[in-house]
C-alpha cells in the first residue's frame, strides 16, 4: 500500500560511542523493545558512505520512517537531513556518554540510560508522520513597508536591491518621516587615526543627513512604489498571501497582496508640554532639540537665532533627559538612546556658526553610543563646547532665561543665564493601540469588566496596520508602548507571524541604528516570503511543514487554543470551532498543551510522540533502587545548554531521561499524569524566561506552562505524592552548568523523600 510504514534504525559507533556503549545489545533493543525489522550499525553514520546507504535504502527498500541513533538532534542537521521521511533521533553522544564519566562503576548504568534512548527514539518514530505542504502557500515576494522615514526608505531600497519588489506607505505628504526637518546627522564612523604616531586626525563632524537622497533613491527605485499621505485601512490574510487595504488622500481605496509587512511607523517626539517647569510654552525661546532643527536649517548655516526676537543666540544650554529616566507621571521611564549624541552634534551648530556662542550640555550621564560616539564627543570638546555635570531643576523665563541646576559634581546649587534653552526630549514609539486591551473589551464578562478595559483604550492611537486578526488590530506591544519584538532571542519578529518590526517602533535608537535595523527586519521578511512560499515555518523552527490539526468530534469549544496561541495563529469558524492558518503558525505546540481533551497534534509532534517515549523507558521496581527522573527540556534553551554541558563535561545523573520538547507551553498535563502512574520518581520541566524580560521564543509559552503547573499539586495531592516530586525552572542557553544541576538535584530529592510508591 501506498501509505505503508517501513521502519529502519541506524546506529553510529563513532565519536567514542561503540567504545563507551555496547552497540550490539543497542542494536538488540531497537529489534527486540523497538520493534525495528531493520537495524545498522556504522562507525561514522554522518560521512559520505553511511548518508548515502541510508538514501538507498529509503530509495530501495521503501523506508518511510528513520531511527538515526547518534549525536544529539541538533547537530550534524545537514547531514541528516531526509525530507521524503519522519525521523527520530536518539542522542547517545552529549545525552549519554559525554554526560557520563568514562568509569567502570558507570557502564551498566551509562547502558541502561542508551538503551531507554533507543526505545524512546523506537517509540517517537512510529508515531510520527511526514508533515506535507498544507496546500494553502503561496509565493507572494511583493514587501509592505509601513512608514516613511529613514528605517522604511532604507528597508524598501534594501528589499529593491535583492529583488523583492515593495509597497512603501507613509502618512506624510514626502518621505521622511521624523527627520525631514534634520538639519545635519551624527556621524556614522569613528575618526580616522595615524597608526605611527597613535594621533588622533579628523574627529568626526555632524554630516548632511541624506535624507533627501535617500528619498531619490526610493522615488527612482522601479521596485518600490510610493503611497504617500496615506494609512492602512485593513490588514488580512497571512504571511505569503496578505491582503492590504491603503486609504488613499483622495479618499479611494487600493489593494495591495503583499507576501510580508515590515512596520517602520519609528516615533513621535515627546510632548515637552508636560515639563511645565522648564518654561517650555511659556517662552519661544525655550525649545526642543527637534525644533532645533528646524531653526538650524532655516540658518542655512548662517547664526542660529532666537524664535523670540530674531537676535543672534549668544549662549544656549541643554538640557539632557528632559522628561525622561524619570518615575514621574507622563514623564519617560527609559533612556531614548540618541539625545545626548543629538545635542552634541547640536552644540556644534552653535560653536561653528555662532561666532563666541557659550554652548553648555547639563548632563546626569552621557551616553555617545555608535561607532563615532566617544570620539565624536571630544570633537565637541575641542570646539570648546562646555559639558557640565548637572541635573536642571527650572528654566525661569523672566526677560531672559536662567536654567535652575544641581552642580553633581561641587553638590551645590547654581544657575545659568543664557539666550536658549535645548531641552534633550525622548522617543515615544508610533504605534496603535495594544491589542491585549481591546481583546480585554471584547473578552469582558461583565459591564463594570468592560468599562475598565474600555477606559484604558480611550487615549489610545489610531491604528497603524488594521490588523482583521480577533487578537486585535495592531501588534502586541512591551511595557513602555514599544513593539514587541524581543532584542536576545528574535529580533525583529513580532507576535504577528510575518510582519516584522524595525527602528525606534521597537526600541530607542539613532539614525544609524534604524537605518542597520531595516537592513535586519528585511532580511527577516524576505526569509518569511519564501518560507511561506513553501508552506515552511518561520523563526525559530525554520523549515517545519508540520502544522496543528484537531479531532472535531472530541473539540468541547473550550477556546482555549484559540486564546492560548501567541502568534494569532487560530480563529473560530461559524460553528466555534478552531480555525487554524498555518502561515501564521510558529509550531510551538502551545494549542496542544492548552487543550484538556488531547485532540490538537501535528504529523511530527504530539500526545503520543512524547508520551509513547516516556511510557516506553525500562522503569526498575523499587528494590532495585535505580530511580527514573523525567526531564522535558525546552529544545530553543534548555536542551542545548544540556548540551553544551556534556561538550563542557559536566555530569548529569543516570536516573535522568529527557525529552526535548518545541516548547515548555506545548507540555500536556497527560505527560505528567502519565510519567507519575508510570512510576517515575521525579519530574523536572526546564523552560525559558518568562517574565518582562522574557527570552521564550514562542513568547508566552513558559509563563502559560507554569500557570498550568501551578495547578498539579492537586494531581499530586489526589495521588498522595509529595509535591517536591515536580519542579518547574526557568533556564537560559547558558545555563550549562546549572542545568543537569537541576536534574541531579531532583534525584537527591527523591534520595531524601524516597522513590514513587506507584512503581511496578
Known sequence: MADEKKFAGYICTGCGIGERLDAGQLET?????????????????????????????????????????ACSRRAKVEAFTFPEVAISRANLREGVIWLRPDEDDNRETTQEMADDYIRMACAEVKYMNKPVPSGEQELNKTLLVVGGGMTGMTAAVEAAKAGYPVQLVAEEPELGGVWTDLYKRVPFQ?????????????LPQPEDPGV????????????????????????????????VDIGTESGGTATENVGAIIQASDYKPYDAGQLPEFAYGKTPDVVTGFELEKLAKEAAGGPIKRPSDGKEVKSVAFIQCAGQRSDKEGHLPYCSGFCCTESIKQAMYFKEQNADCDATVLFDDLRTPGAAGEDFYRAAQQAMVTFSKGKATEVVADGGLKVKFKDLILDEDTELDCDLVVLATGQVPNVGPDPYAQLAVEEAEDEEEKAKAQALLENAPPSILNLDYRQGTDLPQLKHGFVDSHFICFPYETRRTGIYAAGPVRRPMDMKQAMEDAVGATMKAIQAVENAGQGRAAHPRVGDLSYPTFRKEGCTQ?????????????????????????????RCGTCMGACPVRVISFENYSIDTVGQ????????????????????????????????AAQAGEELTPWARVIPIRCLGSVSLSWVTDALNSGYDGIVLMGCRRDDDYQCHFVRGSAMAAERMSKVGDTLQSLNLEPERVAIYEVAITDTKRAPQLINDMAETVDKIGMSPFKF
Open 212 to 243: 533627501e537622497t535617500l528619498a531619490a533613491e526610493v522615488a527612482a527605485n522601479d521596485k518600490v512604489t510610493v503611497h504617500l499621505n496615506a494609512k492602512i485601512t485593513k490588514t488580512s490574510g497571512a504571511p505569503g498571501r496578505f491582503s
Open 558 to 586: 473550550c477556546k482555549r487554543c484559540t486564546v492560548e496561541c501567541p502568534f494569532g495563529a487560530i480563529n473560530e469558524d461559524e460553528q466555534k470551532y478552531p480555525l487554524f492558518n498555518e502561515s501564521r503558525c510558529r
Open 29 to 69: 533493543t531497537a529489534k527486540r523493545d523497538g520493534k525495528l525489522a531493520e537495524v545498522k550499525q556504522h562507525e561514522m553514520l554522518c560521512g559520505k558512505e553511511a548518508i548515502q546507504m541510508i538514501r538507498d535504502d529509503i530509495a530501495n527498500e521503501g523506508i518511510t520512517h528513520l531511527m538515526l541513533a
Open 190 to 202: 569613528a575618526a580616522a587615526k595615524d597608526v605611527p604616531n597613535g594621533r588622533d586626525v579628523d
Open 613 to 644: 517515549q516516556l511510557k516506553n523507558v525500562e522503569v526498575p521496581d523499587e528494590f532495585e533502587e535505580k530511580p527514573r527522573i523525567l526531564a522535558l527540556a525546552c529544545e530553543n534553551d534548555a536542551y542545548p545548554a544540556l548540551d553544551m
